[in-house]
């Protein structure tokens, strides 16, 4: 079956304009994460949802940055005037639920943010 | 914060068993330790888990000590394609759920 798709693969951004990155999930899976991963750094995480609701969005960098997940599938991380230092590979992934310690993640191949 | 402590990097050499460490000395009762690697310009992929007894997939066998402060990954017969940064993980409980919390984990290297 297919895996954790994302789209962009590639975006390159002038200082300042909206991006907006789409994960599609393997279907099925209520829980979704978004993580970043700065050039030789490890992964950073920023949000997760289960089903369609975020519990915990302490891990957003900055109020630039908000995510939607509609209809427990497909969800969208938005980046308002982005800055230089939102570059970054910004990785989405899904597992069958959060409760259970044992869920793996399935991870998708990334979109590679260039902030010029 | 990460829970984990990884050293930097290591190498293999191909053929041979490559023995990754991992210390999670803060580690509590109902807390699994997750391994994933991550192979150049890919996502992380899930490699195998366990609580306090060792484990045996296809990819590799995992380690763990009887106090569950610290585990080794083990790839049995190393390739060339096992290079990739591995990461240790235990998952740390967000809003009542357990969030996968990676470090920077261990880059091996496979060489002929």
């Known amino acids: 079956g297919a895996g954790v798709s994302q789209s962009p693969s590639n975006k390159v951004t002038e200082k300042g304009k909206d991006v907006e990155l789409r994960c599609d999930p393997i279907s099925g899976h209520t829980a979704l994460y978004w993580y970043r991963q700065s050039l030789g750094q490890g992964l950073e995480f920023l949000i997760y949802?289960?089903?369609?609701?975020?519990?915990?969005k302490s891990g957003l960098p900055s109020d630039r940055f908000s995510a939607e997940r509609t209809g427990g599938s497909v969800s969208t991380l938005t980046i308002q005037r982005t800055q230089q230092e939102d570059s970054a590979v910004y990785l989405c992934?899904?597992?069958?639920?959060?409760?259970?310690?044992?869920?793996?993640?399935?991870f998708g191949p990334g979109t590679r943010l260039t902030v010029l | 914060d990460a829970k984990t402590t990884q050293p930097p990097s290591m190498d293999c050499a191909e053929g041979r068993a490559a023995n990754l460490p991992c210390n999670h000395s803060t580690i509590s009762g109902n807390e699994y330790v997750y391994w994933y690697r991550q192979i150049h310009s890919q996502g992380p992929q899930y490699i195998i888990h366990g609580l306090k007894n060792n484990e045996t997939n296809e990819m590799a066998s995992l380690i763990i000590t009887e106090d569950r402060k610290s585990s080794t990954l083990i790839l049995p017969h190393a390739t060339l394609r096992d290079t990739a940064v591995y990461y240790c993980i235990v998952r740390v409980i967000s809003g009542g759920s357990y969030i996968p919390t990676f470090g920077r984990g261990t880059s091996l290297i496979v060489h002929p």
């Open positions: 992934a899904s597992s069958l639920g959060l409760a259970s310690p044992y869920n793996e993640q399935f």
């Open positions: 949802f289960q089903g369609n609701s975020a519990p915990d």
